[in-house]
């Protein structure tokens, strides 16, 4: 049964302090979890590895991509635990674990996968040229974990496998009127590595492009599709 994050405030603990029982006892069952699937991925390099010495590429073709996603899904879960467990910062470790649910909309037909965000995406960072680092209008890791969560209880089960052939995600960011944004204000990247996560092979040039657009609407909300890059055309407005 998979676990979900903690609805835990924003707290600060003293490095290496016991993080108490409840919460040590959530850990070790995601850890043991973990393990578990640690050991099917282990089986299942072995069958690969059986495969390869006996020729049969089909075998590797067909299985390769989902394995790889297993494994970074897995990879995912082991570092998010410092998100959702505490987070060492400087003399102190910061929670930084969700505080609200995000109610995401996710629905499919045969070919394409569509999905609400309640919300806009967040400015993206900005260059602050006075402390000359990125500057964050937002909480990454908070925003992150909300999105990671929620996304989570939809794909974590492999309840939808995407198009192996190259892929689209559009973005259509509904705006209220008069306060739309340029386009490239928003920020895609985190949603876009969720979403290849738990449903692409990857999002490199050869697995993925990417449309995104500002529509005015009467609500502020985020549109996301997935499909294949054949069917773009389908959702675009191109009068």
């Not at 108490?20 to 099917?40: D, F, H, P, Q």
Request: glycine share 4%; net charge negative; aromatic share 10%.
């Amino acid at each position: 049964m998979e676990i979900p994050f903690e609805q835990y405030a924003e707290t600060k603990m003293e490095p290496g302090r016991d993080p108490g029982k409840k919460k040590r006892e959530k850990l070790i069952n995601r850890l043991e979890l973990i393990k578990k699937e640690v050991a099917k991925n282990q089986t299942a390099l072995e069958a690969l590895t059986g495969a390869a010495q006996r020729g049969e590429m089909s075998f590797l073709y067909e299985n390769c991509p989902e394995i790889a996603k297993q494994l970074t899904r897995t990879a995912t879960r082991i570092g998010m635990i410092p998100a959702e467990y505490g987070i060492k910062e400087k003399n102190a470790y910061i929670s930084r674990i969700a505080t609200e649910k995000k109610q995401v909309q996710v629905t499919q037909t045969k070919e394409e996968l569509h999905i609400i965000l309640p919300e806009l995406l967040p400015h993206r960072p900005q260059f602050d040229s006075t402390t000359r680092q990125m500057r964050y209008l937002y909480d990454v890791d908070k925003w992150r974990s909300d999105y990671y969560s929620a996304l989570s209880a939809e794909f974590m089960r492999g309840k939808y496998r995407m198009m192996d052939e190259k892929a689209c995600m559009i973005f259509f960011n509904h705006v209220k009127g008069n306060e739309a944004a340029d386009v490239d204000n928003f920020e895609y990247k985190i949603i876009t590595d969720l979403i290849t996560l738990f449903v692409l092979v990857d999002d490199s040039h050869r697995n993925l492009c990417q449309y995104m657009d500002v529509v005015e609407d009467e609500d502020n909300y985020t549109e996301i599709i997935v499909c294949p890059l054949k069917r773009m055309g389908d959702y675009l407005d191109l009068d």
